[in-house]
């Protein structure tokens, strides 16, 4: 049982490039989030899932997109990379609405 | 706005002593509460919940307070190891949308040996 497995680690990006960061999840958990941590900072949520196919805008959404085609897969989609998205990115699942929070390892971006 | 904050940002402690870490939250319509554990270049772990119909709830070395009336949160780690050592996070759900946790800054623990 993985739980939540998150692809790449790491990346650095160049100004304008785009790329996807992956996340899975073998829960079968139906609420999925992607969150982004600032140094010394907590995390913000960027997008949320409640289910396949229906997904929202959280606190910080934009430059980003997401979709959610499976249960297990949430891909978070950032077009045009700023300077400012430079972050660590967390995926983070939960089986129901008020229960614990299941987090992948996180993926550190670099825009320069 | 709805908050969660945490009173002091680095907690440095003994190896063998308690640990206290403390929440204040502003969102009093909030029913459950988490705490997380983050240690460095990994994703928050969680350690251990309370809902708003308790005020103590108790895990293996852990324990959890809240006090609804000055809405504090705090958690207490009994005999603190050097493997506690990590920053610690707060977090609240509101009433509605119960699935958009909000996240305090988190406090980092050092636990000198």
């Known amino acids: 049982n993985a739980g939540v497995t998150q692809t790449p680690k790491f990346r650095i990006l160049k100004i304008g490039q785009s790329m996807t960061l992956q996340c899975t999840q073998d829960?079968?958990?139906?609420?999925m989030y992607w969150y982004r941590q600032d140094p010394g900072m907590g995390l913000k949520l960027i997008y949320y899932?409640?289910?396949?196919?229906?997904?929202d805008k959280g606190e910080v959404p934009n430059g980003y997109n997401v979709s959610r085609s499976t249960t297990e897969d949430f891909p978070l989609r950032l077009e045009l990379a700023a300077p400012s998205q430079t972050s660590v990115y967390f995926c983070?699942?939960?089986?129901?609405?008020?229960?614990?929070?299941?987090f992948g390892q996180g993926t550190r971006l670099t825009v320069v | 706005g709805e908050s969660v904050g945490l009173h002091l940002p680095t907690l440095s402690v003994q190896e063998g002593d308690n640990s206290i870490i403390n929440c204040a939250y502003s969102?009093?319509?909030?029913?459950?509460f988490i705490w997380y554990k983050q240690e460095s270049g990994k994703g928050p772990q969680f350690i251990i919940d309370i809902r708003s119909n308790m005020d103590k709830r108790q895990g293996q070395r852990v324990t959890v307070l809240l006090n609804k009336t000055v809405k504090h949160l705090s958690l207490q780690i009994a005999a603190t190891q050097p493997g506690d050592s990590a920053v610690y996070f707060c977090?609240?759900?509101?009433?509605?949308?119960?699935?958009?946790?909000?996240f305090g800054a988190g406090t980092r623990l050092f636990v000198k040996a």
């Open positions: 969102n009093s319509a909030s029913d459950y």
């Open positions: 829960m079968n958990h139906n609420y």
């Open positions: 899932s409640v289910g396949a196919g229906i997904t």
């Open positions: 977090a609240e759900n509101p009433q509605t949308g119960g699935f958009k946790t909000i």
């Open positions: 983070a699942s939960t089986q129901q609405e008020n229960t614990e929070a299941f």
